[in-house]
């Protein structure tokens, strides 16, 4: 890790034309590197700029930085396209190609890949949409045509518009990407283009290889194994379906597909259960309540309550003294260690050293499921999630016990209905089960909260602040834009009582009305190619939708869309307002809301 300026970097390759383009983050300054039957760049000078930069890339370790490679060793352009096609057709992975083509080290290189830093995995031109970048724009020029003196333009227009879009992404993740250069210099490993998952194994392995003194590998199971779910002595239920369900766990051996992941064994995959007005799926992932279109309110005689379960996972892994076998208990002393520190920064407000420890801690739990990692061992996954599950029936079925509802769960929390008067009772409940289990909770009052299902709901706040899940939650990284001045506007009633109509109306943000969406081999308006990656918004007498290039189906929700490619700086003057209403109205009966004043 070097304290370089940045730039980004991005790579066209075609068989007669090859184009390497930089632009610097710091002062918008572009240099482009053309290699053609009609050009030829300086190799020298391209290295002396590799030497001088940080480059930031959005899949670079497998694709621009190996192209980047063969480029510096001269590769001529067949060649270069050879290895181009291996990368995409072939699905060549990167030591793979770096072998086969006999790839130079290039160790002056300093290289920051986005691809795996960025939350919830999409394209470029997916997160260009997220982010409300100007430009959508997909390969203007079919990869496998040769491109003729005039076509420059076109392909170096492009170009840019895709280092403009890394640059908006790389701004957005600059705190993430700070957080893993403070743990990089600390753990004294290049974390910058993990993920947290990544990073997790990262750190993990390489303590527990400082204490063991030998390199730690990834366990090779045998294509038979198999295990079965053993439970916590403390779980027991009164309940006939809790106690079915504790059974049918406990009683399933579980086995691996080819890939090693997990199977979920026959009398799992469709186990649910019911208490009181609430039924619950159950399986190897976490438990969820099974509402439909429901809401509850406060008010003076009912309160509702959430009780989130404190670092859930890590606390299992812990109390259980669940560690990989091939690594053995040294796994749990570098683990406890990582949630002593965070526990200690927490406490003295270090919110960085929190931050990062916080994303070791919570990430090294998914690698138990991954066959290609140090820590991969399947039956401490399910271990983990089955005994989440497990706690929380006991928690609930205790709750229910006194009268007091649970209406809504999930994976490591629940939402309760509670009686006023009962509260002194619930809290002495959760109390005990916490001396139980040996877990924490965490108490959040809504003022109300509203629920399409349980992966979809409105959660509203005392202080007038909200939580949203799903389809209402806020478009971000993870999440694409779909109308959500919708959601607002719906939220805008619930809370404020200010009608549907008067939030769309005094919307001037274009961004709160586009949709983004993926559409796979490409989408077309009329006759005119959008690309793989579109964003429309809803028009006045607009006929006709957006469809998919290959078949001509209509991309769904696009009827009445106007593709908007461009983003403007002000609202069209087309913009059909009251589609926005009536979809919103629409959320509102999804949510089981009667509409007034709308």
Known sequence: MTNRPKCVLDIECYTNYFLIAIKSIEN?????????????????????????????????????????????????????KDLSDDIIVNDLKAWDAESN?????CKYIDHIDLIDVAPGKAS?????????????????????????????????????????????????????????????????????????????????????????????????????????????????FSHPDFQRALGVFTTQPFTLDEKGNVLEPEGVNKLKV?????????????????????????DQDYMVIDRDVTSYYPNIILSQQLYPKHIGKDFLTVYKNLVDKRIKAKREGNKVVNESLKVTINGSFGKFGSRWSALYGPNLLIQTTVTGQLCLLMLIETIE???????????????????????????????????????????????????????????????????????????????????????????????????????IKMCSDIRQFVSVRSVTGGAVKGDKYLGKAVRWYYATN???????????????????????????????DNLDRTWYVTKSELILKDLGIVLYNT
């Open 542 to 572: 607009e006929t006709g939708a957006i469809n998919y290039k290959k078949n001509g189906n209509k991309v769904a929700m696009t009827d009445g869309a106007i593709p908007l490619m461009n983003l403007p700086d002000s609202i069209p």
């Open 124 to 236: 470029l031109k997916i997160y260009g949409g997220r982010l409300h970048s100007k430009r959508m724009q997909d390969l203007p020029i079919e990869p496998s045509a040769l491109i003729n003196f005039d076509e420059r333009e076109l392909l170096g227009s492009y170009c840019i518009n895709d280092l403009d879009t890394t640059i908006d992404l790389y701004t957005r993740l600059k705190s993430q990407i700070a957080l893993r250069e403070q743990m990089g210099v600390e753990y004294s490993i290049d974390l910058r283009s993990k993920s947290d998952a990544q990073i997790a194994e990262a750190v993990i392995k390489k303590q527990i290889e400082a204490i063991k003194g030998e390199r730690v590998f990834r366990p090779e199971l045998p294509k038979d194994f198999s295990f079965k779910y053993v439970a916590p002595p403390f779980i027991k």
């Open 28 to 80: 918008g300054k572009v240099v482009n590197f053309e290699r053609s039957t009609w050009s030829e760049f300086d190799v020298e000078q391209l290295k002396a700029i590799l030497s001088k930069y940080t480059i930031v890339t959005f899949n670079g370790k497998r694709y621009d930085l190996l192209l980047l490679k063969g480029a510096i060793a001269n590769f001529d352009n067949q060649l270069l």
């Open 274 to 298: 019911a208490l009181g007005s609430s039924e619950y799926q159950l399986g190897i992932g976490g438990i969820h309540s099974c509402e439909k279109k429901v809401h509850y309110l406060s």
């Open 401 to 503: 016990a006194c009268g007091i509802r649970v209406v809504s769960a999930n994976t490591d929390g629940i939402v309760i209905y509670c009686p006023v008067k009962n509260k002194a009772l619930l809290d002495q409940v959760i109390a005990q089960w916490e001396q139980t289990t040996g877990f924490n909770t965490e108490e959040t009052l809504y003022t109300a909260i509203y629920s399409r299902d349980i992966n979809n709901y409105l959660a509203l706040k005392p202080d007038s602040s909200y939580k949203s899940k799903g389809t209402y939650a806020d478009a971000e990284l993870s999440k694409t834009p779909t109308a959500q001045i919708c959601t607002q506007a719906v939220i805008d009633y619930l809370q404020l009582d200010i009608p549907i109509s008067t939030t």
């Open 101 to 105: 083509y006999s790839l130079p080290k």
